[in-house]
């Protein structure tokens, strides 16, 4: 018997001070069943940061087609492409290819240098891609946070970045791999 998805409702309320961006956003989150907290929480994150109307999850790791998170324009055209983790140099060329912007959010500690040490090669001259590395502090201590159902606020100002519930603060480390 195949393994459901896990659902989460996060209450997300987002202050954007450097991007004017202000609102509150009620999400449902289907966590696979290989999926961890941590990486669940990096796709919050994600939202977080790239918060608007049109911005939606994907199927996630279930399908090979499609990102983490995307957000589409009227015609149906991909204009942003959200990965998490360590996604392989294929899938990110071919994301590029298809949106207008693709960021992927790289977490896990050492491996992630492993990883962008050989995938650099083939990316690193892709005028449309941002690669981010978080902290595994970071992400470890956002996992903390994930509940089943959560009330978070995401506070950003001048490139600081804090993910807050009720009772802990995290202060996110997020540091930029390439230079698009």
Known sequence: MAL???IFKAELRIADMDRNYYQDH???I?????????RMMVRV??????????LAFGKGLGADDEPDLWQKDLTGAIEVWIDVGQPDEKRVRRACGRAA???????????????WDRARGG?????????MKLSSTSS?????????????????QDGQIWLADATHTVEVDLAPMNEP
């Not at 289907?30 to 941590?38: K, N």
């Not at 994150?45 to 049109?54: I, P, S």
């Not at 912007?101 to 990883?115: K, L, N």
Request: glycine residues 4%; aromatic residues 8%.
């Open 101 to 115: 912007q693709v960021f992927i959010y790289a977490y896990g500690g050492r491996v992630v240098e492993t990883w």
């Open 123 to 131: 990316l690193e001259h892709v005028s449309n891609l941002r690669v």
């Open 4 to 6: 459901k998805a896990t």
């Open 140 to 156: 470890q201590a956002a996992a903390r946070l994930a509940e089943r159902t959560m009330r978070l606020d995401c506070t950003i």
């Open 26 to 28: 009620a999400l449902t």
């Open 30 to 38: 289907a966590r696979h069943p290989s999926e961890t907290d941590e």
């Open 45 to 54: 994150l994600a939202f977080a940061l790239h918060a608007d109307g049109a």
